[in-house]
């Protein structure tokens, strides 16, 4: 399974984007995060859904700001990122997990699969 991530940009603070990953190589029947690294940062958790969408979680700093769905015909997972600051600066990757549900999704070490980075910048 290859996860595609892509969406990024340059936007001004209090704009929006949204973020896309989609999985090729076979149906992704797994839930799916989202995390991103800022420079000189450890990679830090941002939300994730399970493959149903009946579970998500969301880190507290992007709560009420972002959210994440998944359309599963498309074998793709969203990241919607509305009031984006500048803090919000970053490379987000999208993860997929060993399993369908969630557990601990915010351990980076549970993540089976990786995809590539997309920048997300926000200028002030």
């Known amino acids: 399974v290859q996860l595609q991530a892509s969406g990024g940009g340059l936007v001004q603070a209090g704009g929006s984007l949204r973020l896309s990953c989609t999985a090729s190589?076979?149906?992704?029947?797994?839930?799916v995060g989202w995390f991103c690294q800022a420079p000189g940062k450890e990679r830090e958790f941002v939300a994730a859904?399970?493959?149903?969408?009946?579970?998500?979680k969301y880190a507290d700093s992007v709560k009420g700001r972002f959210t994440i769905s998944r359309d599963n015909a498309k074998n793709t997972v969203y990241l919607q990122m509305n009031s984006l600051k500048p803090e919000d600066t970053a490379v987000y990757y999208c993860?997929?997990?060993?399993?369908?549900?969630?557990?601990?999704?915010?351990?980076?070490?549970?993540?089976?699969?990786w995809g590539q980075g997309t920048q997300v910048t926000v200028s002030s």
């Open positions: 859904i399970s493959w149903s969408g009946g579970e998500l």
């Open positions: 190589g076979r149906t992704f029947s797994n839930a």
């Open positions: 993860a997929g997990y060993g399993t369908s549900y969630l557990s601990s999704p915010s351990t980076s070490a549970l993540v089976d699969y």
